[in-house]
């Protein structure tokens, strides 16, 4: 599929698709960066840089994005959100007006929607010949084809909201039928947002739980550790700061450094010292059991958000 320079259809533009506009833009005007030289690496298959010149990158660039919403109250507020750069429309006339006009559509609506979005007159002939990828978490490539044509092609993937600031996590999956060059295109797109990676469809429920669902998991965290610098005396302000930043620094040192996360809580507990004092209180509580159980429930539920409701 020819994927010169497109423009960018985000069909349901709430959280996922500003974070992902906002990102995109900002990759474009180089306002933030994604962390350089990383020890455990990004995309694992196709990527943007493999064996592409930086003028064929620069083709697989968006000209421009449309963002489409249900309500006329969310399109005013998305245009101020989003300024000019990014055309603003809505209702059912709008999806179709939007999937027409662009090259690529993000479908970034809500699973329970997705259907009924795909099906609405108008626009399966809009999509002919056009790459869709969905973030919509538990609906399969398989559903995704029986909404739209043959001539249509699907990926599938899961994103986070830190793609907002280009710190993201997703993993995206491919048909069977899925070209290099829209998957060379949708790998570039999200690897400026944050990591990429390639991943076979029967892992992306687990990946919603952990990487979708995970800046939720990961703030109340946070809080939670804050909460205890609060109970200590600390002031908020500074306790939050010292949580996201201790967070952010232990993630970056296995990222970075490739270390097992077990060598680096060894490296910081002292025999006797205040740290194991602290973990064991973590393990009374049992901390791990209940984080990997919160993953295993997520992921359950994820892989019914595509069913239609009973
Ligand atoms: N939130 C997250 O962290 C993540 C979410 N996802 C997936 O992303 C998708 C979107 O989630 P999120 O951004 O949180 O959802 P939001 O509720 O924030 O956004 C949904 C958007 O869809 C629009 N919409 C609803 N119906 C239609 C329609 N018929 N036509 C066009 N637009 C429509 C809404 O417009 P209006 O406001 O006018 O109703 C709204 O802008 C979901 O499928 C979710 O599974 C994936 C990864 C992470
Ligand atoms: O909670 C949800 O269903 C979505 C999918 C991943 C993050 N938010």
Redesign the pocket.
Known sequence: MPLNKPTICV???????IAIIRGTLDSITGSTSVQSSPKIPHATAVTSTTGESEEAEDLLRPAGFIA????Q???AK?KKTLGDQVKVL???A??VQGVNEADVILL????Q??K??LS?PGIQEALTDKLLVS?????TIEQLQSWTTPTTTVIRA????PCKIREGMTVLSCGPNTDAQSMSFTSNIFSTLGRCRILDEKHLDAV?ALA??G??FACVMLEALADGGVMMGLPRDVATELAAQVLQGAARMVLTTGAHPAAIKDSVTTPGGCTIAGLLTMEDGKIRSTLARTIQEATTVAST?GRDKK
Request: charged share 5%; aromatic share 0%.
């Open positions: 069909l349901g533009c709430g959280t996922m698709g489409c919403v249900s309500h109250e969310s399109a998305l809505h209702g059912t709008g999806n970034c609506t809500k699973p929607v997705a009924a979005v609405a973030i919509c978490a538990g609906v899961m994103p986070n909201t919603t979708g669902s800046p939720a958000l």
